[in-house]
């Protein structure tokens, strides 16, 4: 039994609670193991620019290669991941294992930016500048300005002079931020305009019936003027085909990210993609898309 906040009232956990805890203290000691097992990958998702063609960075998405049950995404485990000791530990190993990708990736000539997810714990630790310093000068042939943190739009509205704080720091190394799941935060415009953000991430929940559905699509038109009010770069999320990717350009956001580009695939994948995009010239087809 244990007492709660609240005004003379103790709360005792029933057995179905104490079970559930005991779950969850499992579940996080799996995930500790799966760290130290070196079982957690990361998954890259291309960004492009559907106007120019132009690869414009990378999404870095963590996966759990679990030794029984194959490839696991992160609605499977993150939840248990978030606000647990975990959070700091496996952000960090998230951070240094981009960068040492991309550093690879340099070394065999190919310069591209990447991006990854920081959770609220993480970002808010006091020492998270040090941290990203210390892990930036250790790859000192990496520009700053290549590395994209996407920060949602909830942690960043939630605790607002905390996260504009803890941005504006960070921007001081060069890195960049994002704004990811754009529009599921109800964010107000007086909020918006003050964050230190690069890019607004629009939420993969509003494009994903833009073609049928008008309101969606309103709304997505509306969140577009909005960002260029605030002279924010937009990019939509979740563009499952290629006619989303050709009504998005029409409607004025070019840079898109989404199955119907390319699915998150491994590293090693990485360069044969790039190849291949900028062999079809999928851009090309796609003004033709819009002519139709
Ligand atoms: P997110 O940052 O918004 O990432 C986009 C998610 O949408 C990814 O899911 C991606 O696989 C998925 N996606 C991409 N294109 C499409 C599409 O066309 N249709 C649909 N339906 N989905 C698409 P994923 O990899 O399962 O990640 C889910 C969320 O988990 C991410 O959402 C992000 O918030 C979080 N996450 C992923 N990796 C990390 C990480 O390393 N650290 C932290 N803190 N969070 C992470
Ligand atoms: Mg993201
Ligand atoms: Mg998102
Ligand atoms: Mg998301």
């Known amino acids: 039994a244990a007492k709660k906040a609240g005004k003379n009232r103790i709360h005792f956990y029933s057995p179905a609670e104490d079970l559930l805890l005991v779950q969850r203290n499992q579940n996080i000691e799996r995930l500790r193991s799966a760290l130290s097992d070196q079982e957690f990958v990361l998954h890259y998702q291309p960004k492009v620019d559907l106007l120019s063609g132009e690869i414009i960075g990378l999404e870095a998405l963590l996966r759990w290669e679990h030794p029984q049950l194959g490839l696991l995404t992160p609605s499977l485990f993150l939840a248990d991941i978030n606000g647990s000791p975990l959070e700091v530990p496996v952000g ?47 790859y000192p042939k990496i520009n700053p300005a290549h590395l994209e943190l996407e920060i949602l739009e909830t942690t960043a509205i939630n605790d607002f002079a905390m996260a504009s704080e803890a941005m504006a720091r960070c921007h001081q190394l060069g890195v960049r931020f994002a704004l990811d799941d754009f529009g599921t935060g109800y964010s107000s415009l007086a909020y918006l305009r003050r964050l230190p953000i690069d890019m607004l991430k629009i939420d993969q929940s509003f494009i994903r019936d833009i073609l049928t559905n008008a309101s969606d699509l309103g709304i997505v038109e509306g969140v577009i003027l909005m960002a260029a009010v605030l002279k924010h770069p937009v990019l939509a999320e979740g563009v499952e085909t290629l006619k989303h990717g050709a009504l998005l350009v029409q409607i004025g956001c070019h840079l898109c990210q989404g199955d119907g580009i390319a699915q998150p695939m491994p590293a090693e994948q990485i360069p044969a993609w790039i190849t291949q995009w900028h062999a079809e010239e999928i851009w090309h087809t796609l003004g033709k898309m819009m002519l139709d």
Do not use: C
Request: aromatic letters at 10%.
């Open 92 to 138: 960090e190993w998230v951070i240094e294992t981009v960068l040492k990708q991309m550093s690879a990736w340099q070394t065999a000539g190919l310069h591209v930016k990447v991006s990854l997810n920081i959770g609220a714990a993480h970002l808010f630790q006091p020492d998270f500048y040090d941290q990203l310093n210390r892990l930036l000068s250790s």
